[in-house]
C-alpha cells in the first residue's frame, strides 16, 4: 500500500540572532509557603546571575510559594501569587536595577482560580506576561486549572519557549515552541531524586536534539512539598550535549552563552526541524498475524 507524501505546517521562520545571549538556571531551597521569603531569594538569585553576565534567568517551578499543593489548595491567598502582589517588589526592583529578564515559578491566584505559573519580569522591572502550566502532573490535577496556550519571549532577537516541569516530558510541547520559531526552551520544574533525575536527563536532551533548541532547566534543591528534589539545573546545546550543571544539593547558579554559531552548525547538521515540511500521511498497511504451529 502507498502512503500519500502531504505537506505539513513548516516551522515558522526567524532569523538566527546576531549575538550571543548569557542565559542563567538558578536553584536555592524554597520555604514552604512563604511568598515573601523566597521571593527574597529570588531577587538575590536574579542578582547573582546579573553579576556573571546573564541577561535571562529561570528559576524552578512554584518556586516562590514552594511546590506545596495542600498549602496552597488550604490557603491560596498566602500562599500564591496575585495580581498587582506587593510582595514580588524585592524581585521586580532587582530585574530593574540590573537590567536581567527573571522567569520565576509560582502558584498563581486569579479570578477564583489557581494556576502552576512561570512569571516573566523585564529587564524594566515590569510583570510582562506569565505561562500557565498546560500539562498538569497527577497530583496538581485536584488543585490547580491547567494553562491553555503556549508561551514564546523575545530577548535581543533570541526566541525562547517556556515550559513547566512535566510540559518538558511531552515532545510536542517543545516542537510547538520549536515551530513558532524558537532558539531556546526554558523550563524551571521539579526533578525528585531517582526516576525524576532518571527523566530530566532523558528529557532535556531529548527535546534539544529533536528540535535544535538550546534546552534550559531550573531545579528544586531539598525537600519541598515532600518530594526529595535532585538540583541539577542545566543548559543542553542544540545538539543535546549538555553545556553546563549545577550541583544535587546546593544553591548555585550556572550559565552558559548561547551561540549564534553553534545553532547554526547544529541546524546544518541536523536537519529534523527543517525537513518538517514532508511528512507521511494517509492510511496505514496493518497485518494481524496467526498463531504459530502447536
Not at 540572532?17 to 536574579?46: C, E, F, I, M
Not at 510541547?173 to 520559531?181: E, K, N, Q, S
Amino acid at each position: 500500500m502507498t502512503a500519500r507524501i502531504a505537506p505539513a505546517a513548516p516551522p515558522r521562520s526567524y532569523p538566527v540572532p546576531s549575538g550571543r545571549l548569557r542565559v542563567a538556571a538558578a536553584q536555592a531551597r524554597a520555604v514552604a509557603g512563604d511568598v515573601a521569603a523566597n521571593t527574597a531569594t529570588a531577587a538575590a538569585l536574579v542578582r547573582e546571575a546579573a553579576g556573571a553576565g546573564a541577561r535571562v534567568v529561570v528559576l524552578p517551578e512554584k518556586f516562590l510559594s514552594g511546590y506545596e499543593p495542600g498549602l496552597v489548595r488550604a490557603e491560596p491567598l498566602r500562599c500564591a501569587v496575585q495580581p498587582g502582589d506587593p510582595r514580588l517588589a524585592p524581585l521586580t526592583d532587582a530585574c530593574r536595577e540590573t537590567g536581567t529578564v527573571a522567569v520565576v515559578g509560582a502558584a498563581f491566584h486569579e479570578a477564583g482560580e489557581v494556576y502552576v505559573s512561570a512569571l516573566v519580569v523585564g529587564a524594566d522591572g515590569e510583570l510582562v506576561t506569565r505561562y500557565d502550566k498546560q500539562h498538569l502532573f497527577s497530583s496538581e490535577r485536584e488543585v490547580y486549572r491547567p494553562g491553555t496556550a503556549g508561551c514564546t519571549l523575545e530577548v535581543d532577537g533570541w526566541r525562547l519557549g517556556l515550559g513547566i516541569c512535566y510540559d518538558s516530558g511531552f515532545p510536542e510541547h517543545a516542537r510547538a515552541a520549536a515551530l513558532d520559531g524558537c532558539h531556546a526552551y526554558l523550563v524551571g520544574a521539579l526533578f525528585s531524586v531517582g526516576n525524576g533525575h532518571h527523566e530530566s536527563r532523558t528529557w532535556f536532551p531529548a527535546r534539544a536534539l529533536d528540535n535544535t533548541v538550546y534546552t534550559v532547566l531550573a531545579n528544586h534543591i531539598g525537600t519541598t512539598g515532600g518530594w526529595n528534589t535532585c538540583g541539577g539545573s542545566a543548559v543542553w546545546g542544540p545538539d543535546g550535549r549538555l553545556l553546563t550543571e549545577a550541583g544535587p544539593d546546593r544553591p548555585e547558579v550556572v550559565t552558559a552563552d548561547l551561540d549564534p554559531a553553534a545553532l547554526t552548525a547544529a541546524r546544518t547538521a541536523e536537519t529534523m526541524l527543517s525537513d518538517l515540511g514532508r511528512v507521511v500521511a494517509g492510511e496505514r498497511s496493518r497485518f494481524v498475524l496467526g498463531a504459530g504451529r502447536s
